[in-house]
């Protein structure tokens, strides 16, 4: 029961170069999430997928991209990383955005641009 | 604008010393608010959701409750396994888009 997968656990760019963060999920979730966590900062949002087919900013969008591949598949791309996007990336799921509806995060990717 | 502030940030128990963690909101209507435990290096674990003041939930040493202002997480009797960043969440009527509001989390120590 694999739940949400992200991959690559760890990575380290350098300024300017591009990357895409993947994510999976096995739960057949509508919804998917990337969020961003820095010390002191807490969990903050990137960009969320309501439904397959639709996504839209969150609370810190710029900078990034993100890709609804298909249901299970949420990809968040770093075109010209900063070091400002040094952080751990996390992609969530959850079955819709109703009430009882758990969301469910995935293990991290901690990401150093230097 | 919808805020989570959470208290205190840093908190150090003995094993067997009760202790509250606090979670104080401001959102445009509650839809649910959210705790979650994460252990270091891993993505956030669901404990627990409330949707309605006076409502509370239990699961083994941890208590969670809710006001229209606030939450509170308690924690009877403490083992230092119970030891981790426990996260507070909201998430508004408004817009219905399913977001959470992440607070900045407690870390909590328990030596034995």
């Known amino acids: 029961n694999a739940g949400v997968t992200q991959t690559p656990k760890f990575q380290v760019l350098k300024t300017g170069q591009s990357m895409t963060l993947q994510c999976a999920q096995d739960m057949n979730h509508n919804s998917m999430y990337w969020y961003r966590q820095d010390p002191g900062m807490g969990l903050r949002l990137i960009y969320y997928?309501?439904?397959?087919?639709?996504?839209d900013k969150g609370e810190v969008p710029n900078g990034y991209n993100v890709s609804r591949l298909n249901k299970r598949e949420f990809s968040l791309r770093l075109e010209s990383a900063a070091p400002s996007q040094t952080s751990v990336y996390f992609c969530?799921?959850?079955?819709?955005?109703?009430?009882?509806?758990?969301?469910?995060f995935g293990e991290g990717s901690w990401l150093t641009v230097v | 604008e919808d805020q989570v502030t959470q208290s205190p940030e840093a908190l150090r128990l003995q094993e067997g010393e009760s202790s509250s963690l606090n979670c104080s909101y401001t959102v445009s209507g509650l839809r649910g608010l959210f705790w979650y435990r994460q252990d270091p290096g891993k993505g956030p674990e669901f404990l627990f959701t409330l949707y309605s003041a006076g409502e509370e939930k239990e699961k083994e040493r941890l208590k969670a409750t809710l006001t229209k202002k606030e939450s509170f997480l308690h924690i009877t009797a403490p083992k230092p396994e119970d030891s981790a960043t426990y996260l507070c969440?909201?998430?508004?009527?408004?817009?219905?888009?399913?977001?959470?509001?992440f607070g900045q989390g407690t870390t909590l120590q328990v030596k034995p």
């Open positions: 969530a799921s959850r079955e819709g955005q109703g009430l009882g509806n758990t969301i469910y």
């Open positions: 997928s309501a439904s397959e087919g639709t996504t």
């Open positions: 969440a909201v998430q508004a009527r408004k817009g219905n888009t399913g977001k959470l509001i």
